[in-house]
């Protein structure tokens, strides 16, 4: 083989390789998109995309129902603000609290706790939310999954209210007792000043 042709032989090898590289770099690129987006699709927690200025970029199917929304659409074009009561439970202005959370977030990497939110229909449900710092595009925002725990926080406050009912109840149970014990030693003291 002469000295040129070997040459273009070992050319068109490092061709060949680079393009093989190439194309398993866009293969490995392409099914990490398929796994994100089934993840991002069929989650039963929302999952939003936030960014600190502008307000909500997406929400996958599970936030739209949560929300009652009738579209992705329609809900970013809502803000946070639009998606929580005037005040949290606390006392504190929803907006400012959640800017408070959102710069924890962003500072920490990660920030989780409860929130009180509102539905389309001004229903308003606890949940929790995780808020992961992210770039994307060269913005930092923030990724928001959010679970709605309003059935949990109902069990919570039936638990509170049935302790509250047995202590009521062990105090007057209690007291019964005491009254009776007090009762049969006056009936005894009675039979024996009546011997």
Do not use: C
Request: hydrophobic residues 35%; negative net charge; glycine residues 6%.
């Amino acid at each position: 083989m002469a000295k040129e042709q070997k040459g273009e032989f070992i050319g068109a090898v490092h061709i060949a390789k680079d393009i093989s590289e190439r194309k398993n770099t866009e293969a490995r690129i392409q099914d990490s998109e398929i796994k994100y987006k089934a993840l991002y699709e069929t989650s039963k927690d929302a999952v939003m995309i936030v960014d600190f200025k502008k307000g909500f970029i997406a929400g996958n199917p599970a936030t739209i129902e949560m929300f009652g929304f009738s579209n992705e659409q329609e809900f970013i074009s809502k803000s946070p603000s639009d998606v929580s009561p005037e005040y949290q439970p606390d006392g504190v202005s929803s907006l400012e609290k959640s800017k408070q959370m959102m710069a924890r977030a962003i500072q920490e990497g990660s920030y989780y706790f409860e929130w009180k939110h509102k539905r389309k229909n001004e229903e308003e449900f606890f949940a929790t939310v995780l808020l992961t710092r992210l770039e994307l595009e060269g913005q930092i925002v923030l990724q928001a999954t959010v679970r709605d725990i309003s059935k949990e926080k109902e069990l919570e406050e039936e638990l509170k209210r049935r302790i509250v009912e047995l202590e009521r109840f062990q105090r007057i149970t209690v007291g019964r007792e005491l009254k009776m014990k007090e009762l049969k030693a006056r009936i005894a003291e009675l039979e024996g000043r009546g011997n």
